[in-house]
């Protein structure tokens, strides 16, 4: 009876040792597992935070490329504009001198004196000239001046007792510069120098 009791005393502590083993691993087990689901749990949060960060930064290059897209049209639409009426102001300098030309005709009309017509003929040629330096037209007046191939167009060629050779004897066409460019040659006669007896 004594090894019986033995026995009944043995196996409860060896049951309790094996339960206490048993809670050890599961405890173990469980600790493992927390950090891990712990661990799960910041990655979808983190997870979550990126694709909205991801999201909000497709908006803003939508809302950039759109923006640039605009902007381009825009620009287009300006330039177009000022091409369109770029010579707007021109026109509205130009204008008064178109008054000018009309009270001419009318004033020869009710004149028989040409000298008036012709004078004011010429005031307009002038303020026409001054209205066009304003934007840059330049006329190139050279008679007298030495023979240019770059300003002027040689239509003849004449003998002349006063004036030197190789220089502008006579003006057929004006000429124009516009700012720093050549937009129409003169064309002139120029001057073969003294005539050989």
């Known amino acids: 009876m004594v090894s019986g009791k033995k026995k009944e005393k043995q196996e409860p502590v060896e049951q ?3 339960d206490t083993a048993a809670e050890k691993v599961e405890a173990s087990e469980t600790a493992q597992q927390q950090p891990a689901a712990e661990e799960s749990v910041d990655l979808v949060a983190e997870l979550d935070k990126a694709k909205a960060e991801s999201l909000e930064l497709r908006d803003k290059m939508l809302r950039m490329a759109a923006e640039q897209e605009n902007f381009k049209k825009r620009m287009q639409r300006e330039r177009e504009n000022a091409l369109k009426y770029a010579e707007e102001d021109i026109l ?3 204008l008064p001198t178109l008054d000018n030309l009309q009270r001419a005709i ?3 009309h009710g004149s028989s004196d040409a000298s008036v017509l012709l004078e004011g003929v010429e005031m307009t040629s002038k303020g026409l000239l001054n209205t066009l330096e304003k934007f840059g037209l330049k006329a190139i007046d050279k008679v007298g001046e030495p023979f240019d191939p770059n300003f002027h167009e040689a239509l003849a060629a004449e003998h002349s007792d006063d004036v030197p050779e190789n220089m502008i004897l006579q003006e057929y066409q004006r000429g124009y510069m516009f700012k720093d ?5 003169a064309k002139v006669v120029v001057s073969k120098g003294k005539a050989d007896k």
């Open 16 to 18: 309790a040792a094996t």
């Open 92 to 94: 509205k300098e130009l």
């Open 106 to 108: 009318e004033q020869g």
């Open 181 to 185: 460019r050549l937009i129409r040659a």
